[in-house]
């Protein structure tokens, strides 16, 4: 059995969950769900970012220990995976001591490799992006120097650990060209390039001018660089420093899942990092773009952030999921807005497959008693139809084997289209008076099509796909791509359908 790993980002506890955490944690879950109906071994994870100076200052700012903030904070971002149905199989907090040990691990095989020494540290640094910065990378206005996330920087001078980055640059680059697809979308595995090939000056990973973080082993001055610490989380996770343990064996390495902000820390770093420690760098990293709201920059400041499980409380979570990955190509920055949601979950959900069940499925329930007889004499026209559902079948997992979920989900929706074309030229209401043999291969058909275009929307809208497949009297335990193809044998039977997915009309502005 082929095993596949794939983590989110671990989510700063600093705030509450917002639309960019849903969003990989959805995107995610999609690609989870989808390896899963191929039979893959999955092992999805996400979890909480607990250390540095961010979390330091949200935690002084509420006057309570970071600690209690982060316990507070962290169920946020565990209730928020378990509110968006997400199958992981592990949440990983930074503050646990599985992750504090393996961290330890990983610094020493550091220094044993003599990759880290210890100089000072003279430089800018941006506490929101927990990231230094060479001054030609910054943004002046009015004298003050911004990180190009819009980050007001800070210009440090402190005693500091270095890890060796600059030798690294070459043994990187070979990295890069012997697996042309480590980094997804392309576009971005350029700029990672030629960041690397413009020179890398060696990295500060470690700290002292504030406390909140794991220590460096043998000097209580310093602490670990968080986003060494949170890296690190990937491994923890496997039950690194045991790689003889099943976990690391059979998932190491994975997949991981980030916005276009962190790709460099993913791509550029961690894989220094690992190869410096003697271990395998990741499978892939896939950075995706970000949304704005209705048009503007999410940011608090404009006090514009959404809430998902306000939204998902509104809207519905399958729809919500819908929206997210086809409103945007995933991989490029894309645009929130209530009317764009409501569009989709009318025009692509409820006009197009949610009617196209409920016209089958309603018919046979109300003019069939439910039940329809197996029947294979099907003709030219149904052989066709089956054969588009094939061919659309393999053009949808070459995208979703690429992460292209937008892609994938196009391939269903032109399924959807055949589908109802398929139903307005057949026009079963119209076979019953005249010949109702036809009209049940032509039932018949249908059903086994709405049963595949189920099994290809479950990973994107697993409850819906679960509720449709129960109104088809099929088995949910076991779905899975093996019963795409599997053309049932027997006499179907159609439970009462009720619509999938309600309009919105009245709530159209
Ligand atoms: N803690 C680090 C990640 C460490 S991983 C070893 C971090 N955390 S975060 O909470 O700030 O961000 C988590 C993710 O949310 C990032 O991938 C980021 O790109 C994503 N988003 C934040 N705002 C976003 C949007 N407006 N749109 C889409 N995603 C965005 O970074």
């Known amino acids: 059995m082929k095993s596949y790993y794939i983590t989110t980002p671990i989510y700063y506890c600093n705030d509450k969950p917002h639309l960019g955490h849903a969003y990989t944690n959805v995107a995610c879950d999609i690609i989870a769900r989808y390896h899963k109906l191929k039979n893959e071994d999955v092992y999805f994870l996400t979890g909480t970012d607990e250390h540095g100076q961010k979390v330091e200052q949200a935690a002084k700012l509420r006057k309570i220990s970071p600690k209690k903030l982060t316990d507070e904070l962290s169920k946020n971002f565990l209730e928020l995976t378990k509110f968006l149905n ?48 060479d001054e030609k990378e910054l943004i002046k206005k009015d004298s003050v120097f911004y990180a190009p996330s819009g980050a007001k920087v800070e210009w440090i001078e402190e005693e500091s650990y270095f890890f060796k980055l600059s030798k690294w640059k070459d043994k990187l680059l070979e990295f890069y060209s012997n697996n042309p697809d480590f980094v997804a979308p392309i576009t971005r595995f350029n700029e990672v390039k030629s960041f690397v090939k413009g020179g890398l000056n060696d990295l500060s990973v470690s700290r002292t001018t504030f406390k909140w973080g794991i ?36 998932y190491w390495p994975g997949v991981h899942i980030v916005g276009k902000d962190i790709l460099r820390f993913h791509s550029v770093y961690w894989p220094a990092f690992l190869m410096a420690a003697n271990l395998p760098p990741p499978k892939r990293v896939f950075a995706h773009g970000w949304f704005t709201n209705e048009g503007n920059k999410i940011s608090k400041s404009l006090g514009n952030i959404i809430d998902p499980i306000k939204i998902i409380n509104e809207y519905g979570l399958d729809e919500f999921r ?21 569009n989709r979950i009318n025009n692509d959900l409820s006009n197009d497959y949610g009617n196209l069940v409920q016209r089958v499925c309603s018919f046979i329930y109300n003019n069939c008693e439910g039940k329809i007889i197996y029947d294979d004499s099907y003709n030219e026209e149904d052989n066709n139809l089956f054969n588009s559902s094939i061919n659309l079948f393999e053009s949808y997992k070459k995208s979703m084997d690429k992460e292209e979920i937008d892609k994938g989900i196009k391939h269903i929706f ?12 057949q026009a079963p209401w119209k076979l019953k008076k005249i010949n109702t043999q036809r009209m049940n291969t032509v039932l018949f058909t249908l059903i086994e099509i709405i049963k595949r275009i189920a099994i290809m929307t479950y990973p994107i809208m697993p409850n819906k796909s679960k509720k449709l497949l129960l109104y088809l009297n099929q088995n949910i335990d076991e779905i899975s791509f093996s019963n795409f193809h599997s053309i049932n044998q027997n006499n179907i039977i159609i439970n009462k359908p009720e619509p999938l997915f309600p309009k919105y009309e009245d709530k159209i502005d």
Do not use: M
Request: charged share 25%; net charge negative; hydrophobic share 40%.
């Open 86 to 133: 997400c199958s992981n199989d592990d949440f990983i907090r930074t503050t646990e001591i599985r992750h504090k040990e393996s961290v330890h691990i990983l610094w020493n095989k550091l220094i044993e490799n003599d990759e880290i020494y210890l100089d000072k540290y003279k430089g800018w640094y941006s506490i929101r992006d927990e990231a230094f910065f």
């Open 215 to 250: 220590g460096v082993p043998n000097n209580d001055n310093h602490i670990i660089y968080v986003w060494l610490d949170a890296l690190q989380n990937y491994l923890s996770a496997l039950k690194f420093p045991d790689t003889n343990s099943l976990l690391y064996k059979k």
């Open 322 to 342: 819908y929206f997210l990955f086809s409103q945007v190509p995933f991989g490029d920055d894309g645009d929130f807005s209530l009317k764009a949601l409501k």
């Open 414 to 425: 032109k399924l959807i289209s055949l589908a109802n074309i398929y139903v307005d030229k």
